[in-house]
């Protein structure tokens, strides 16, 4: 029997790209709600206790709200929020990131999908720590460029409607309290000791991102070049399909953040010298960063190929 699957916040800019990456699909059976429904407690709660596995593409409390309303112990969840990526039963959806993980959300009830900003920083910080080239106290800092779809149906109007303020036509810098939502995330799963000092910067296009950190060699454990950086990064990644290093040398030095933009995979660039080493992951913050990863996600949980029906460059 094909399985059951609902998207609650289909609607919303996540959940129409999860659904364009299964509408096609003949392998699931996919659960559409009433449009005049898809806000009603009730109704929702049929289709999230009728589904074999369901996502959550919704702010916060309503992901919350969401798994409260789940009575039926076969529904296994797949969160896009950021309400439980570092909860208690909840597993980090990103199964490139460390060993086990894909087996754990292969098994997993629960499933927290990474953060766009927090994709980009793990897929470079995890391996790193994880190697022991980066120590676990070192003060690392990042910066990540992003689209602006990626923040949601509410951003996107402000930069397509009419009367768009000026500044939007220039990127920004935001989160200049340096407390952004994905830091505990960030710390988490990389195994740091400080979350990173972090600067996400949003401009005027609509996905992609560049995602970088920047280290002092001498700094590392071992004292590595940029190049041993990017070999050892092109080893923890061999085996995968979703992420992968480019090749040392490949660079022409400009890196643009939309390369990855209507792809699934996500790419990591390492540029430098013997002194110091620029790391960059791109992707798209709606692939690899959101639906992508998503999608990854579910075909893992029901044992299928990972790479279903999802668009690698
Ligand atoms: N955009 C991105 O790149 C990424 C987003 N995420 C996360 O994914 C989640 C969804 O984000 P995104 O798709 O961008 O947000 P959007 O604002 O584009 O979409 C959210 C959707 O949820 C609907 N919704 C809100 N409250 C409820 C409710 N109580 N019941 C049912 N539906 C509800 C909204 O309805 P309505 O259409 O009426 O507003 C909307 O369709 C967020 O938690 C976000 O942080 C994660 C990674 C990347
Ligand atoms: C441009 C913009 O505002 N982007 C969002 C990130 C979107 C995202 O990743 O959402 P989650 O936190 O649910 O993962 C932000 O930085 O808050």
Same mark, same amino acid.
């Given at each position: 029997?094909?399985?059951?699957?609902?998207?609650?916040?289909?609607?919303?800019?996540?959940?129409?790209?999860?659904?364009?990456?299964?509408?096609?699909?003949?392998?699931?059976?996919?659960?559409?709600?009433?449009?005049?429904?898809?806000?009603?407690?009730?109704?929702?709660?049929?289709?999230?206790?009728?589904?074999?596995?369901?996502?959550?593409?919704?702010?916060?409390?309503?992901?919350?709200?969401?798994? #409260? @309303?789940?009575?039926? *112990?076969?529904?296994?969840? +797949?969160?896009?929020?950021?309400?439980?990526?570092? %909860?208690? /039963?909840?597993?980090?959806?990103?199964?490139?990131?460390?060993?086990?993980?894909?087996?754990?959300?292969?098994?997993?009830?629960?499933?927290?999908?990474?953060?766009?900003?927090?994709?980009?920083?793990?897929?470079?910080?995890?391996?790193?720590?994880?190697?022991?080239?980066?120590?676990?106290?070192?003060?690392?800092?990042?910066?990540?460029?992003?689209?602006?779809?990626?923040?949601?149906?509410?951003?996107?109007?402000?930069?397509?409607?009419?009367?768009?303020?000026?500044?939007?036509?220039?990127?920004?810098?935001?989160?200049?309290?340096?407390?952004?939502?994905?830091?505990?995330?960030?710390?988490?799963?990389? #195994? @740091?000791?400080?979350? *990173?000092?972090?600067?996400? +910067?949003?401009?005027?296009?609509?996905?992609?991102? %560049?995602? /970088?950190?920047?280290?002092?060699?001498?700094?590392?454990?071992?004292?590595?070049?940029?190049?041993?950086?990017?070999?050892?990064?092109?080893?923890?990644?061999?085996?995968?399909?979703?992420?992968?290093?480019?090749?040392?040398?490949?660079?022409?030095?400009?890196?643009?953040?939309?390369?990855?933009?209507?792809?699934?995979?996500?790419?990591?660039?390492?540029?430098?010298?013997?002194?110091?080493?620029?790391?960059?992951?791109?992707?798209?913050?709606?692939?690899?960063?959101?639906?992508?990863?998503?999608?990854?996600?579910?075909?893992?949980?029901?044992?299928?190929?990972?790479?279903?029906?999802?668009?690698?460059?």
């Amino acid at each position: 029997m094909k399985p059951n699957v609902y998207i609650d916040g289909k609607e919303g800019t996540t959940g129409l790209q999860i659904y364009d990456r299964l509408s096609g699909r003949g392998d699931i059976n996919l659960l559409l709600i009433d449009d005049d429904k898809r806000k009603d407690l009730t109704e929702r709660k049929k289709y999230l206790n009728g589904a074999d596995i369901v996502f959550l593409c919704l702010p916060d409390a309503a992901a919350v709200e969401a798994v #409260g @309303l789940i009575d039926n *112990p076969k529904t296994r969840v +797949i969160d896009a929020s950021t309400a439980h990526r570092t %909860a208690a /039963g909840w597993v980090y959806g990103f199964p490139e990131l460390l060993a086990g993980q894909r087996q754990r959300i292969k098994y997993a009830k629960r499933v927290a999908n990474p953060g766009c900003h927090a994709t980009g920083f793990l897929s470079i910080a995890a391996p790193l720590v994880a190697m022991d080239i980066l120590p676990a106290d070192y003060p690392v800092t990042c910066f990540s460029l992003t689209g602006y779809s990626g923040g949601g149906k509410k951003m996107i109007a402000e930069y397509e409607g009419d009367n768009k303020a000026e500044e939007l036509y220039s990127p920004r810098i935001y989160g200049t309290n340096l407390n952004h939502k994905h830091l505990l995330e960030m710390q988490a799963l990389s #195994g @740091l000791k400080y979350p *990173p000092v972090f600067s996400p +910067i949003v401009d005027d296009y609509y996905k992609g991102m %560049a995602t /970088g950190i920047q280290l002092h060699n001498a700094l590392l454990k071992g004292k590595p070049t940029a190049q041993d950086i990017c070999e050892l990064l092109a080893r923890y990644y061999e085996d995968q399909t979703m992420v992968r290093v480019a090749p040392w040398g490949s660079e022409t030095g400009m890196l643009a953040a939309n390369t990855f933009s209507g792809y699934d995979n996500l790419e990591i660039s390492v540029t430098g010298n013997g002194d110091q080493t620029l790391i960059v992951s791109r992707f798209d913050n709606l692939g690899k960063g959101a639906s992508g990863a998503a999608v990854q996600n579910m075909n893992l949980m029901l044992g299928l190929d990972e790479t279903t029906g999802l668009a690698v460059k």
